[in-house]
């Protein structure tokens, strides 16, 4: 008899709940809304240096970098690869998903986070989840 082929799970069938379930996205790297800001406002500066006439700034680009400037967490660029570089020593605990999470995040305290990234539940103790959430706050608090 056939072994039975692993369920794969459908595009728009992703949760992050207790267990993450990213489908096709599963161990792809992500970013932090502060971490694609600076991305696109880099991007957008290269392409506005290199053809200053020729770039044309559509509605969805000029929404897109609305949302982020509103939601953005760290102001400042070197605070913000400061501390996405402090938080990759946890790559063998979290999940890419839950450290951008925890940037984007900014949370208070362990029982935000927990609520808020419900995977990291059993993943990681409180006093160090606690100590995470401490340090961001200072590259935050540095970044204005």
Request: charged share 35%.
């Amino acid at each position: 008899m056939p072994a039975a082929r692993e369920r794969t799970v459908a595009p728009g069938e992703e949760e992050a709940g207790a267990e993450l379930i990213l489908g096709e996205f599963q161990g792809v790297p992500t970013l932090s809304v502060s971490e694609a800001k600076m991305v696109i406002d880099t991007l957008v500066t290269r392409r506005k240096n290199r053809d200053p006439n020729g770039f044309r700034e559509t509605e969805t680009l000029s929404k897109m970098q609305e949302y982020m400037d509103t939601f953005s967490r760290f102001k400042d660029k070197e605070a913000l690869i400061e501390a996405a570089g402090w938080l990759e020593d946890y790559s063998a605990k979290l999940d890419s998903f839950e450290r951008s999470q925890l940037l984007t995040l900014t949370c208070e305290g362990v029982d935000e986070a927990k609520t808020l990234i419900p995977s990291l539940v059993g993943k990681i103790s409180d006093e160090e989840l606690e100590g995470i959430i401490k340090e961001i706050h200072k590259y935050r608090d540095f970044s204005g």
